[in-house]
Structure formats: structure tokens, C-alpha cells
């Protein structure tokens, strides 16, 4: 049963896809209305930036792994011990799961604008869901532990799927442990953030919806 629900599944994808490029968006050059993102499976992104908090910044690097760019998980780490800004806490490494909506509800009902920038920024727009470990200055090592919730958003350097992106990615950590008051301002243990980053996206096929699908020559 799960292997005839994988194939109609991925015939239905192969269909869906031909039926949504139209006539007015071949003549205007814009054959693929996913820019890319269906020629794998699996889009990987690496990235580089910087977090900015309530007590400082921190260079921030981070791992992205995401199924048809719509599902997936992610992995940052944050440390000021690389920059000369003071920052509390010192570290924070954290991890979770994003949602990306958008981009399979526009595609699976045409409403791609052929403008490709405008597309891929707007089906990039997901809800951040995970946890964190966070170190204070004087104890780099004594992690706490704590809950975020966030939301991102990222603009292609150029109009495709694989590439480099800008990202932008903010939310609430509440800590599981209290902070120090100068940090949240109150006593629910609460800091805003927001990272910037510079990230390389690199659409792949890894057939997990069919693995005996082979590699059309």
C-alpha cells in the first residue's frame, strides 16, 4: 500500500508540474514555476552570519536540511568568543524544525507570479519551532536549556532555488532556568532575536520518496 500511495504521489507531482506552466510563461521565458526547487528532493543550506540580542551580538553559523524546500530541521550555533563584543550569554546552540507552507500551496495551484524573486522570498517565509542551550560569560560550559519559537524569511542573491541567499530569521527564546534581569528585562526569562546570514542553498536528489526511482540520463 505505501508503495502504490509513493508512486501516485510522484506521478501526481510530475503531472501536476506540467500542467501548471502556462503558455504566457514559457513565451516570457519562465519554463520551471519552482525555480529549481522540484529538480531534487532535499535543498541543503549553509550559512554564516550574526545573531543580534538584547545583551549583544554573536557570529552565528547554521545548517539547514529541508524536504521539496517545504519541511525540515536546523542547527545554529552562536558564539561571541569569535567577535570583541561583550555578549550574555556567550553561547547558545540550538536546533529544531521549520514549516515553509507557501511554496507547495502556490505551486500545486498556480499562482506563480513569474517574477522569481518575489516567488522564492514569499515561499520562504516559515514558522521556527525548537529548543536551546545557552552558556553565560563566567561559565562558557554551564548550559541551560530553554524553548523558541520564530519565524524566517529569505531573499535569493539570484531568481533560483540553488545559490546564495540572505536570510533573516527572529523570535522569542524563553529560558528554562531565570536570567539575569538586565537581560530579559522582567522575570519570565525572555529574550528577542534576530540573525542575519549569508547561505549557500544546494537542491539535491536523494530519492526518499521512491528509492528504486533512477536518475533520468
Known amino acids: 500500500m505505501r508503495s502504490v500511495f509513493e508512486h501516485s504521489a ?3 507531482a510530475v503531472a501536476t508540474s506540467g500542467l501548471l506552466v ?11 514555476p519552482t525555480y529549481g526547487r522540484i529538480s531534487g528532493d532535499v535543498c541543503l543550506a549553509a550559512g554564516a552570519g550574526a545573531t543580534i540580542a538584547s545583551q549583544g551580538a554573536r ?46 500551496y502556490r505551486w500545486l495551484r498556480g499562482l506563480e507570479t513569474r517574477h522569481g524573486y518575489f516567488d522564492l522570498t514569499i515561499d520562504s517565509v516559515g514558522l521556527e519551532l525548537g529548543a536551546f542551550l545557552s552558556a553565560p560569560p563566567k561559565s562558557p560550559t554551564d548550559f541551560r536549556p530553554g524553548f523558541q519559537l520564530g519565524l524566517g524569511l529569505e531573499v535569493p542573491v539570484q531568481a533560483k532555488a540553488t545559490g546564495l541567499w540572505v536570510g533573516l530569521h527572529g523570535g522569542i527564546r524563553w529560558a528554562d532556568q531565570p536570567l539575569p534581569v538586565a537581560l530579559v528585562g522582567g522575570p519570565d526569562a525572555r529574550e528577542a532575536y534576530l540573525t542575519i546570514t549569508l547561505a549557500w542553498h544546494q537542491v539535491v536528489r536523494t530519492h526518499i520518496v521512491d528509492f528504486s526511482d533512477s536518475r533520468p540520463e
Open 22 to 32: 502556462s503558455p504566457a510563461s514559457v513565451a516570457q521565458g519562465v519554463v520551471d
Open 10 to 12: 510522484a506521478a501526481f
Open 59 to 104: 557570529p552565528e553559523g547554521e545548517l539547514r536540511v529541508r524536504y521539496l524546500d517545504a519541511v525540515g530541521a536546523f542547527a545554529t550555533y552562536e558564539d561571541a568568543v569569535l567577535s570583541s563584543a561583550s555578549s550574555d550569554p556567550r553561547r547558545v546552540l540550538s536546533g529544531g524544525f521549520e514549516l515553509r507552507p507557501l511554496f507547495l
